[in-house]
């Protein structure tokens, strides 16, 4: 009998000690989803500053830079310019005729 009331208070000193870790878990989430909201809002309201400047440049012709790269450079939402040397001029045979 008293092996089984070691046991109950083992595993009821067990069962404390997670619902506190269970506990200290909900908390860590509970503040890591306001830190996204938080994160979110300023997500949000930086990508409507960038839209608002972008609006600027095209009243202004300017072509703004739709998004970085992986070299983190932007890319125009338009072609780039043609090359002023053309390929062909470039690799023709330097000998004389």
Request: proline share 8%; aromatic share 4%; glycine share 10%.
């Amino acid at each position: 009998m008293a092996r089984a009331q070691e046991e109950t208070a083992r595993v009821q000193a067990e069962l404390t000690q997670v619902q506190g870790e269970l506990t200290r878990t909900q908390g860590d989430l509970t503040q890591s989803q306001r830190d996204l909201g938080s994160r979110d809002a300023m997500l949000t309201a930086h990508v409507e500053t960038i839209r608002r400047l972008e609006d600027q440049l095209h009243g202004m012709g300017i072509t703004p830079v739709t998004g970085a790269g992986s070299s983190g450079l932007g890319q125009t939402s338009s072609s780039p310019p043609p090359d002023p040397v053309s390929r062909e001029w470039f690799f023709d045979d330097p000998s004389p005729p």
